[in-house]
């Protein structure tokens, strides 16, 4: 049983790529969680996507044993934490269980917009903030003006900022030094009824659903009934553990500690993250305060290219259900695509990633559709409805006004780039805030429709900026826009799955675009093929699909030019008669081109 006062619980928070993980490396190594045989990069990386992009998904935790300088044993929680805006969440869940927070600055990139972010949540958590600079052994590396631009940025004390390289292991003895020193104990009851928050649940093909708590007061242990307060399930406790990374059973989790719970849950429905575990024997008054729930903000349908696949594509999004908490899906049809799923992610990032872990681990082949943001309807008799897919909106005379998510992003960019990024904003309809310096660094705040940029924005930003501008946003409310449904129509027939709902300025340029490229992918037939951008009946753009030609006359060799003539009248006839009846089969390869029209 270890005293509260030699706990820390605390996570590692960055911008991406300044090195939260390797850091994580470095103190697992250092208080000998894994022996050196056993220690490779990115330990707490095991999704094959995060080592492959170099990227934290999933925030992991491990506890290390670490004796300070003092001869005290302590026990420390880390949890690495992904830094992606869209993933956010995974941040917030894991700011909920600790008590402090390893700030991560890149000594030679300085603040980024996700570190703002990142700092603002561990503070409305109370937390304790130890600024560390990485990666001090660079050529390029400042960490004098960095440390300045934390304070001016931020505005916390950065002057005994740990300097380190997570990379080379020098100065991380002193992180380590600094957690135990400078971060706060957790507080609890060991005597009082059990309360545990649920930070993470995920799903083991052998075990079932196993939750990752932070238990806040109380003990849990083999043997004790526990009752999830959100559903009222009940279940028996199989085992209790740790990770060291490697999974280790212990008698007991105390307060103030981090642990998995195994109890046999059969689905992760049953486990609502953030819930509150409780002692069916001897309940706690009340759940503790849990954290928002994640609100999906990007939709787009995912639809199995061979329709045999419907019931294992269902069983797939089950199971990674299991894993993520903040996606969610339904099912749907579409007459060009068949069945399957809309699904709700929390921005494109998080989409992309989905849809290859459903391709990779699940093998299956997708076709996704054009990503949208939840409207707002306002109707004439006075009701409220959401629109998640353009395909199912009502007749525009029902409607009153139409209202639309806009978010406030923050964007960190060099001085010589920013005029690009300011045209790329007001490209997008967007309002600037303000405009600020740090260092030789511009901060723009601008507010921008929420369909703008889950489009690809963030690739613009990323190119016009070549790289350096950083980028992160905040969902504000909504407003009300001048929005119109876009409809495609091929051969007169609308196809589904490419409408989508864009502002009225950029409507005909859009739809013209879409025709070019629908154009140049549709197979040619025996007949044209007319392919139509459309707003309501009014067509705004047309391109046409000239026909095959087979040549009939050329059996006719010399001889009469009227029976040349009589053939070709057939064939004219015969072409009318199909276009009439022909129906236009597009390649799902068309779609998946067309749907990818914005990064042309």
Same mark, same amino acid.
């Given at each position: 049983?270890?005293?509260?006062?030699?706990?820390?619980?605390?996570?590692?928070?960055?911008?991406?790529?300044?090195?939260?993980?390797?850091?994580?490396?470095?103190?697992?190594?250092?208080?000998?969680?894994?022996?050196?045989?056993?220690?490779?990069?990115?330990?707490?990386?095991?999704?094959?996507?995060?080592?492959?992009?170099?990227?934290?998904?999933?925030?992991?935790?491990?506890?290390?044993?670490?004796?300070?300088?003092?001869?005290?044993?302590?026990?420390?929680?880390? =949890?690495?934490?992904?830094?992606?805006?869209?993933?956010?969440?995974?941040?917030?869940?894991? /700011?909920?269980?600790?008590?402090?927070?390893? #700030?991560?600055? *890149?000594?030679?990139?300085?603040?980024?917009?996700?570190?703002? @972010?990142?700092?603002?949540?561990?503070?409305?958590?109370?937390?304790?903030?130890?600024?560390?600079?990485?990666?001090?052994?660079?050529?390029?590396?400042?960490?004098?003006?960095?440390?300045?631009?934390?304070? *001016?940025?931020?505005?916390?004390?950065?002057?005994?900022?740990?300097?380190?390289?997570?990379?080379?292991?020098?100065?991380?003895?002193?992180?380590?030094?600094?957690?135990?020193?400078?971060?706060?104990?957790?507080?609890?009851?060991?005597?009082?009824?059990?309360?545990?928050?649920?930070?993470?649940?995920?799903?083991?093909?052998?075990?079932?659903? =196993?939750?990752?708590?932070?238990?806040?007061?109380?003990?849990?242990?083999?043997?004790? +009934?526990?009752?999830?307060?959100?559903?009222?399930?009940?279940?028996?406790?199989?085992?209790?553990?740790?990770?060291?990374?490697?999974?280790?059973?212990?008698?007991?989790?105390?307060?103030?500690?981090?642990?998995?719970?195994?109890?046999?849950?059969?689905?992760?429905? *049953?486990?609502?993250?953030?819930?509150?575990?409780?002692?069916?024997?001897?309940?706690?008054?009340?759940? #503790?305060?849990?954290?928002?729930?994640?609100?999906?903000?990007?939709?787009?349908?995912?639809?199995?290219?061979?329709?045999?696949?419907?019931?294992?594509? +269902?069983?797939?999004?089950?199971?990674?259900?299991?894993?993520?908490?903040?996606?969610?899906?339904?099912?749907?049809?579409?007459?060009?695509?068949?069945?399957?799923?809309?699904?709700?992610? /929390?921005?494109?990032?998080?989409?992309?990633?989905?849809?290859?872990?459903?391709?990779?681990?699940?093998?299956?082949?997708?076709?996704?559709?054009?990503?949208?943001?939840?409207?707002?309807?306002?109707?004439?008799?006075?009701?409220?409805?959401?629109?998640?897919?353009?395909?199912?909106?009502?007749?525009?005379?029902?409607?009153?006004?139409?209202?639309?998510?806009?978010?406030?992003?923050?964007?960190?960019?060099?001085?010589?780039?920013?005029?690009?990024?300011?045209?790329?904003?007001?490209?997008?309809?967007?309002?600037?805030?303000?405009?600020?310096?740090?260092?030789?660094?511009?901060?723009?705040?601008?507010?921008?429709?929420?369909?703008?940029?889950?489009?690809?924005?963030?690739?613009? /930003?990323?190119?016009?900026?070549?790289?350096?501008?950083?980028?992160?946003?905040?969902?504000?409310? %909504?407003?009300?826009?001048?929005?119109?449904?876009?409809?495609?129509?091929?051969?007169?027939?609308?196809?589904?799955?490419?409408?989508?709902?864009?502002?009225?300025?950029?409507?005909?340029?859009?739809?013209?675009?879409?025709?070019?490229?629908?154009?140049?992918?549709?197979?040619?037939? /025996?007949?044209?093929? @007319?392919?139509?951008?459309?707003?309501?009946?009014?067509?705004?753009?047309?391109?046409?699909?000239?026909?095959?030609?087979?040549?009939?006359?050329?059996?006719? %060799?010399?001889?009469?030019?009227?029976?040349?003539?009589?053939?070709?009248?057939?064939?004219?006839?015969?072409?009318?008669?199909?276009?009439?009846?022909?129906?236009?089969?597009?390649?799902?390869?068309?779609?998946?081109?067309? #749907?990818?029209?914005?990064?042309?």
């Amino acid at each position: 049983m270890t005293d509260l006062a030699h706990i820390r619980n605390f996570a590692i928070i960055a911008h991406i790529d300044h090195g939260k993980s390797t850091l994580a490396d470095r103190l697992i190594q250092i208080c000998g969680g894994l022996t050196d045989r056993e220690m490779r990069e990115q330990v707490l990386d095991n999704m094959e996507l995060e080592r492959e992009r170099g990227i934290t998904i999933k925030a992991q935790t491990v506890r290390l044993d670490y004796t300070a300088k003092d001869g005290q044993q302590y026990e420390l929680n880390l =949890i690495d934490t992904p830094g992606h805006v869209d993933f956010a969440y995974e941040v917030s869940r894991s /700011l909920a269980a600790c008590e402090g927070s390893l #700030l991560v600055v *890149d000594a030679t990139q300085g603040v980024e917009a996700q570190t703002l @972010a990142n700092v603002y949540q561990a503070i409305d958590n109370n937390h304790e903030i130890v600024p560390v600079l990485n990666k001090v052994d660079l050529p390029a590396a400042e960490p004098d003006r960095i440390k300045q631009q934390i304070e *001016d940025v931020i505005g916390l004390d950065a002057s005994d900022a740990v300097e380190i390289s997570a990379k080379t292991g020098m100065g991380v003895p002193d992180v380590l030094e600094a957690l135990v020193q400078r971060l706060p104990p957790p507080t609890g009851e060991r005597d009082a009824p059990l309360q545990a928050l649920l930070v993470d649940s995920w799903y083991d093909p052998y075990l079932g659903v =196993i939750t990752l708590v932070r238990v806040k007061n109380g003990v849990v242990r083999k043997g004790m +009934r526990i009752r999830m307060m959100a559903n009222d399930s009940v279940y028996d406790v199989d085992d209790v553990g740790i990770f060291k990374p490697k999974k280790m059973k212990v008698d007991e989790l105390g307060p103030g500690q981090i642990g998995y719970i195994n109890a046999a849950i059969k689905t992760v429905a *049953d486990c609502q993250v953030g819930d509150t575990i409780i002692d069916d024997r001897n309940p706690a008054a009340g759940p #503790l305060p849990g954290f928002k729930p994640s609100v999906p903000v990007v939709f787009c349908s995912l639809f199995p290219v061979d329709a045999a696949d419907f019931e294992h594509l +269902r069983e797939s999004l089950g199971r990674l259900r299991l894993n993520d908490a903040s996606f969610a899906f339904e099912a749907e049809s579409s007459p060009a695509l068949g069945f399957g799923f809309r699904c709700g992610f /929390l921005g494109l990032l998080h989409l992309e990633i989905v849809q290859e872990r459903l391709e990779r681990e699940f093998n299956l082949d997708l076709i996704a559709t054009a990503p949208s943001v939840v409207y707002r309807l306002h109707m004439n008799d006075g009701s409220i409805k959401e629109l998640h897919n353009p395909a199912d909106m009502p007749d525009v005379v029902k409607i009153a006004k139409i209202e639309e998510p806009w978010i406030k992003a923050t964007i960190f960019v060099p001085d010589e780039y920013l005029g690009s990024i300011l045209k790329l904003c007001e490209d997008r309809r967007g309002q600037q805030q303000e405009l600020t310096y740090a260092g030789a660094r511009a901060m723009v705040v601008y507010r921008l429709p929420l369909n703008e940029v889950v489009f690809d924005f963030y690739d613009r /930003l990323k190119s016009v900026s070549r790289g350096y501008a950083s980028f992160d946003y905040a969902i504000e409310g %909504y407003e009300e826009g001048d929005l119109v449904k876009l409809s495609i129509l091929v051969n007169l027939e609308p196809v589904d799955a490419l409408s989508m709902i864009v502002h009225r300025s950029q409507a005909e340029p859009r739809g013209r675009a879409l025709c070019a490229r629908l154009k140049d992918l549709i197979p040619r037939q /025996l007949f044209k093929i @007319a392919i139509q951008a459309a707003i309501g009946a009014k067509v705004i753009a047309r391109e046409t699909v000239s026909a095959m030609r087979k040549d009939v006359t050329a059996k006719c %060799y010399g001889g009469d030019i009227t029976r040349k003539k009589k053939l070709l009248e057939k064939q004219k006839e015969g072409k009318k008669k199909m276009r009439t009846f022909g129906k236009v089969e597009i390649p799902q390869s068309a779609f998946i081109a067309a #749907l990818k029209m914005g990064e042309g």
